[in-house]
């Protein structure tokens, strides 16, 4: 049962983004799909191929590399070109406009290339004292999205003086790179003291991004009340705080095609019976769960409607300033969270899981919740909904779980 897989991006990706349609109102293929892939073989072995784009003779290292970020057709260089444009620059010829085009490409791409994410961080750290947030939060995105720590020593301490010379004047470029660096946990004490504080609240409360603002700083919240136990700074106030992720995520809704989330649904009806699962339920504090089970100490299925589904947030084994390291709660049964890893929610490699993907599921975790991960390689090798149906009972029993008749 193999699925195309989508299109990656850091912006959200238009509903026909990667497929290809005969004309209006005809059916669209995937365009990695079967039969895309036969007719492109098709046409290559008919047609001679198209050379790869030339660049300008002349250019120096740091002008073909953006000149070769900045072509349409560039989409699918070899990184190769990237890295060799890159060694071949002058320090001069590095300007922001260059590494932010590379970061965005990086991020835009989900290319988790380390000698790439390295050369971003060195030159931030040495053009440090010439770079506004606005430009940083730019710089910095990739290595949140790809979940990179880079090994450069330096670019931690540069980021905290940063956001401490910048904060008070770009609010949200400055909650942009928190949240870059919330997904790497790395959140500095002193610009959480900033971002946390009255003056700073009331001064995003009128501008055009706030609620964005107040939901990365929900988030941020959540963040120090799970995973940083020795902060003793503001928080965020009750009532200014949102959730996080209502609902699936953009790129999920838009890939809903390629998901193996409707097949997955029904191998659980078939296999636990409707009442005994939730599908996309939002938990505390506003994170959208793909399937969710409720189960006793025993290790029965629950049927749903008999349980409170939510785990209390904030966790009673966790009051503030504690961290949640070991989540426990007083209620018998359990909650299991199975989780989809799509292919698009890996970096390109396939092995290392996007950084907010990493968050959400390291949350969960900390807040009580049992997560059964369900990986794409799994997914797609289950040939029809009988070897699905297989796959999922031998994932639950593996937990320990029962239920009664397992239906079809």
Not at 62 to 89: D, K
Not at 192 to 212: C, K, Q, R, Y
Not at 305 to 321: I, K, V
Request: with cysteine.
């Amino acid at each position: 049962m193999r699925r195309p897989r989508g299109e990656p991006g850091s912006r959200a990706p238009r509903p026909t983004e990667g497929v290809t349609c005969a004309g209006p109102g005809e059916p669209c293929f995937p365009s990695d799909g079967p039969l895309m892939c036969a007719l492109e073989q098709e046409r290559r072995f008919r047609l001679p191929p198209k050379p790869p784009p030339t660049l300008q003779p002349g250019l120096r290292g740091g002008q073909r590399l953006e000149a070769a970020l900045s072509c349409p057709r560039f989409l699918r260089r070899p990184r190769q070109h990237l890295i060799r444009s890159l060694a071949e620059a002058r320090p001069e010829e590095l300007t922001p406009h260059v590494m932010v085009l590379l970061a965005q490409h990086l991020a835009r791409h989900r290319l988790r290339e380390p000698q790439l994410l390295e050369s971003i961080a060195h030159f931030l750290v040495v053009q440090e004292t010439q770079l506004s947030s606005k430009v940083v939060q730019k710089l910095v995105l990739p290595f949140g999205r790809l979940n990179y720590l880079p090994l450069e020593q330096q670019f931690m301490p540069c980021l905290e003086r940063i956001l401490a010379r910048e904060a008070g004047v770009a609010p949200l470029a400055t909650v942009n790179i928190l949240m870059s660096l919330c997904q790497l946990r790395c959140l500095p004490s002193r610009a959480l003291h900033f971002v946390f504080s009255p003056s700073f609240i009331n001064h995003i409360s009128g501008t055009p991004h706030a609620l964005i603002v107040r939901r990365y700083l929900s988030l941020l919240d959540t963040a120090v009340e799970l995973e940083l136990p020795g902060y003793r700074g503001p928080r965020l106030p009750r009532r200014q705080q949102v959730p996080i992720f209502p609902q699936p995520l953009i790129t999920d809704r838009a890939r809903c095609k390629y998901s193996h989330k409707d097949i997955v649904a029904e191998g659980l009806r078939q296999l636990l019976g409707e009442e005994k699962y939730r599908q996309d339920l939002t938990v505390p504090p506003g994170y959208c769960t793909d399937f969710l089970l409720c189960v006793s100490s025993s290790g029965a299925v629950l049927p749903v409607r008999t349980q409170d589904p939510f785990l209390p947030y904030p966790p009673r084994s966790c009051p503030q300033g504690q961290a949640a390291s070991q989540p426990t709660t007083h209620d018998p049964a359990q909650r299991v969270v199975l989780m989809l890893r799509e292919r698009w929610h890996f970096c390109r490699d396939g092995q290392v899981l996007l950084g907010s993907r990493a968050l959400r599921e390291r949350h969960l975790g900390l807040l009580g919740y049992q997560l059964l991960p369900l990986p794409f390689e799994e997914l797609e090798s289950q040939r029809g909904l009988p070897q699905l149906k297989s796959y999922l009972r031998q994932k639950l029993q593996a937990l320990g779980l029962r239920w009664g008749p397992e239906g079809g």
